[in-house]
């Protein structure tokens, strides 16, 4: 090998890591923006299963309520 081809060899190297960094960049907005809409969901969820909890104890206080009368 020439010293040429080496030092081709080299600036091609240093382009391709530099492609992979932009990469790893965007790949962490994606992962930042993922991590973002899961917690929102999360929130979402905990709002209905309370809502289905909480819609649950109504129905048993009302059927105690008219098993009685």
């Not at 391709?16 to 990469?23: A, F, Q, T």
């Not at 994606?30 to 709002?47: N, P």
Request: proline fraction near 0%; hydrophobic fraction near 45%.
């Amino acid at each position: 090998m020439e010293h040429t081809e080496v030092i081709e060899k080299i600036k091609d190297h240093d382009k391709r890591i530099g492609k992979l960094e932009i990469n790893d960049a965007t790949m962490g907005e994606k992962i930042s923006a993922l991590t973002d809409s899961v917690k929102d969901l999360v929130w979402w969820l905990r709002i209905f299963i309370l809502a289905i909890c909480g819609s649950g104890a109504g129905f048993v206080i009302w059927f105690i309520q008219n098993k009685g009368a």
